[in-house]
DNA sequence: GTCTATATTCCGATAGAC
DNA sequence: GTCTATCGGAATATAGAC
């Protein structure tokens, strides 16, 4: 049983990576809750008080998942890492980076400091398992860790994306282009 | 001196791609073209129409770019090709296959028959390139050149978004990782 | 915390004059 | 081909009762 708040955040969430920031609006999220327009501004009075609480559900979910692979081997978690883009590949929704991203001039300054900050973590965290994998030869570097970190980022993220237009092949194709780069 | 269909044209490729498809409005287009809103609708009729344009306009350009550009070494075809994303980068803009990802489930189905085809003809100029660039010792292809393709493709396309984001420093470590990659 | 009711603004779109 | 004028609808947001 959760609260209404969180159900709105969570529903927020997949309008957000499912049809994007501004082609959802607070009837798409109260009809399906069963609930009034002025319920949802009372938890969220503006739209960008809605997008910030997504940004922070992003971030708390992500920690959580650090702390979830935390200990397992470095590719371990890199294929974790992987394997949740495939679930939302599944579900049809894009990566919250990309999302952002697209409506970035369409954001209040709050919301795109909130989302650099997000951002930077999952880059921190993705160079410093890459550093470790290196460490303990399971992982193979062509490049400096910060530069292949950002390119499977971007591989992951977009092909959630491409895969939209051109079919979760394409999907599989990447991520399987990924590992191939970074294993022996 | 460019008729007044070419010049809403190109301004809603920029709003398209620099605040998202559901973020602009006719009066975006029409305010700095000094004409009114009834003059855009009498060339585009609906937001749709003006969608189909826009990827209309993308498939030329790249076709435009494709023949200029025909001829030259495929590893020099490449560097063009990340090129003309640098001046997308630099001009604050996305990726038109991005911006259409993320807005995707508010197409309609016209508009992503059309993207299918226009991205579909992207993919498959990178592969060929790759190829031929295989052929003659330029390039060298870990994978097989279509899946090198979507790694390169998204690489490139989410860098303009990610940069956006954390900064162009990030583009320039992508597009260097992708040169890395592909050669000696 | 949720409701009814409403204010306000903006959007996409059309009719008809010039 | 562009204009003025306007329609109908939807969106964000708020006031005040319960």
Known sequence: MSSTKDQITVLADELMRGKGYNAFSYSDISKPLGIKNAAVHYHFPT????????????????????????GKEALSKIKFFLN???????????????????????????IQQDMQGFTNTVIEWLTSTLKEGESNGSIKLSDTADSEALS??????????????????????IKQNILNRITH
């Open 152 to 173: 499977i980022l971007t591989n992951i993220f977009a092909a959630t994306q491409l895969s939209r237009i051109t079919g979760s092949d394409h999907f599989a194709a």
């Open 84 to 110: 949740f883009y495939t679930s939302i590949q599944l579900s049809g929704r894009i990566c919250v980076i990309g999302a952002f991203a697209t409506d970035w001039n369409a954001m209040t300054e709050e």
């Open 47 to 70: 739209k960008p008080d809605l997008a910030r609480e997504i940004v922070a559900y992003h971030s708390d979910s992500f920690t959580r998942f650090t702390e979830r692979v935390e």
